[in-house]
C-alpha cells in the first residue's frame, strides 16, 4: 500500500507531468476540497464501479461518473468522496496535454469529467480490467503508460501555444499576454481561439490561474503567512484582491486554507 508515481519520458514528457498510483486506507473525512488546475486529469478508480463529485454549496448534490474518467482543467474547486479514493490511478496533463493525448476540443473539457470509453471506446474498460488483474503497483504504472503511449494521438501543440505556455510558466506568473500575442506573429483573436481550443481557457484566465496556483505553492510550504506581502510579489493589487481571487478558484479565504490544509496542498479536508 501507498503513494507512487512516475514521471514519463519522451514522447509523453511533453504532455503528461505524472502518472500516480494511490493504494491507501479510507480517510479520516468524508469529503475533500480539490483546488483547480490549469491541467487536465485522468482518474481510474480501482476500488468502485464510479467516480463522485459534489457541488460546492449548501445541498452538496452527488454527480456520478464511470470509473474512468478524464477530467477537464477546472476553473473553481471541486469536492470529492474520500469513500471511493482507496485505490486510484491516474494521470496529471500538463496544460495543453489532453488536448494533444485525444485530440478533442479542450473547451469541451473544462469542469467536465468525461467518461474515457466515450473517447476511446472499449479499450478504456478493457485498460480498467488488465489494471485490476495487476498487484504490483509499478506494474499497473507500466501498464497504464504504454497505453497512453500506444493511444498518443499528437504530441504537437500549435508552435505559438507551446511557447507561450513555456514563457507563462516562468516565474513570476505575472505575464502580459499581449507581448506574447505579438512574439508568436498572430492575430489577438487567433492567439485566443488557439489557446482555448488547445488549453480549453482564456489566455487571461490562464494567468489568472496560474498567478492563485503560485501563491498556493508558496503558502503551502510555510508555518505562517503574512498575506499582505504575498499579494504584493505575486502582482495583486491589494490583499483584498487576493482574497477575492482565492474564494474565486479555492471557495475559501487564504486563512481558512492554512487552517485546513493537509498533507497535500491540492486537498483541504472537509468532514
Known sequence: MGFQYYLPGPPLDKLIAKVWDWDMPPAAHRHERVLPQPGAQLIINLHEDETRVYTDD?????????????????LRSEIIDTAEQIRVMGVVFRPGGAHALTGEDATTLIGR????????????ALLREQLLETP??????????RWLVRRLHSTALHPAIA??????????????IAPLVREAGLSERRFGMLF?????????????????RAVVDHAAAQSAVNWSQVAA???????????????????????AFMAARGPYSNHLPLD
Request: aromatic share 8%; net charge positive.
Open 58 to 74: 449548501a445541498a452538496r448534490r452527488c454527480i456520478r461518473s464511470s470509473a474512468c474518467v478524464l477530467g477537464g482543467p477546472t
Open 113 to 124: 469529467d468525461v467518461d474515457l470509453g466515450d473517447l476511446f471506446g472499449p479499450a478504456a
Open 136 to 145: 504490483a503497483p509499478r506494474g499497473r504504472l507500466r501498464l497504464l503508460t
Open 163 to 176: 511557447y507561450a505556455l513555456d514563457r507563462l510558466a516562468d516565474p513570476p506568473q505575472v505575464q502580459r
Open 196 to 212: 482555448q481550443h488547445q488549453v480549453g481557457m482564456r489566455p487571461k484566465h490562464y494567468t489568472r490561474l496560474l498567478r492563485f
Open 233 to 255: 510579489d505575486g502582482g495583486y493589487f491589494d490583499q483584498a484582491h487576493l482574497t477575492h481571487e482565492f474564494r474565486h478558484f479555492a471557495g475559501v479565504t487564504p486563512t
